[in-house]
């Protein structure tokens, strides 16, 4: 009898560390550039090199895509994502292997930011992960 308990108790304790196995402090955090991260996985990592980034401040839009046109992300946002904690309502659009996704409605937290422009931002019901870049501090105003 006393093993039976001694072994729910153990199925118990994996099944609640199941539930918090993608956490942004895990798959989002660390992360030094621009990325999107799924359930842990990265979907799409940019590449200074082969990729380009664009950033429109009007439709709080956030763009990456490759040299090749075959893969990107757009990141439109309700508001701009600007301070820790605040709760951002966004549009998804990304490529797979073989497929685009487009998801309406995800709300995001934004978990860090940066001087550089860098944010981080969280969306905990589906734990994906995002890394965009503010590019108008670099865009020169014409009068």
Same mark, same amino acid.
């Given at each position: 009898?006393?093993h039976?308990?001694?072994l729910?108790?153990? /199925? #118990?304790?994996?099944?609640?560390?199941?539930?918090?196995?993608?956490?942004?402090?895990? /798959?989002l955090?660390?992360?030094?550039? #621009?990325?999107l991260?799924?359930?842990?996985?990265?979907?799409?990592?940019?590449?200074?090199?082969?990729?380009?980034?664009?950033? %429109?401040? @009007?439709?709080? @839009?956030?763009?990456?895509?490759?040299?090749?046109?075959?893969?990107?992300?757009?990141?439109?946002? %309700?508001?701009?994502?600007?301070?820790?904690?605040?709760?951002?309502?966004?549009?998804?659009?990304?490529t797979?292997?073989?497929?685009?996704?487009?998801?309406?409605?995800?709300t995001?937290?934004? @978990?860090? %930011?940066?001087?550089?422009?860098?944010?981080?931002?969280w969306?905990? @019901?589906?734990? #994906?992960?995002? /890394?965009?870049?503010?590019?108008?501090?670099?865009?020169?105003?014409t009068?």
């Amino acid at each position: 009898m006393k093993h039976i308990y001694i072994l729910s108790i153990a /199925v #118990i304790m994996t099944l609640m560390s199941g539930c918090d196995r993608f956490q942004p402090e895990e /798959v989002l955090l660390p992360k030094s550039d #621009i990325s999107l991260t799924i359930k842990g996985v990265d979907q799409i990592r940019y590449d200074q090199d082969t990729w380009q980034l664009g950033h %429109n401040s @009007e439709k709080n @839009e956030f763009r990456a895509v490759n040299d090749k046109l075959t893969d990107w992300m757009i990141l439109r946002c %309700n508001e701009a994502p600007t301070y820790v904690g605040q709760s951002v309502t966004c549009y998804l659009e990304y490529t797979t292997a073989d497929d685009t996704k487009k998801v309406n409605g995800l709300t995001f937290t934004v @978990e860090k %930011n940066d001087p550089s422009g860098f944010i981080w931002l969280w969306n905990d @019901e589906r734990k #994906i992960g995002a /890394v965009v870049k503010d590019l108008s501090m670099f865009m020169q105003k014409t009068p």
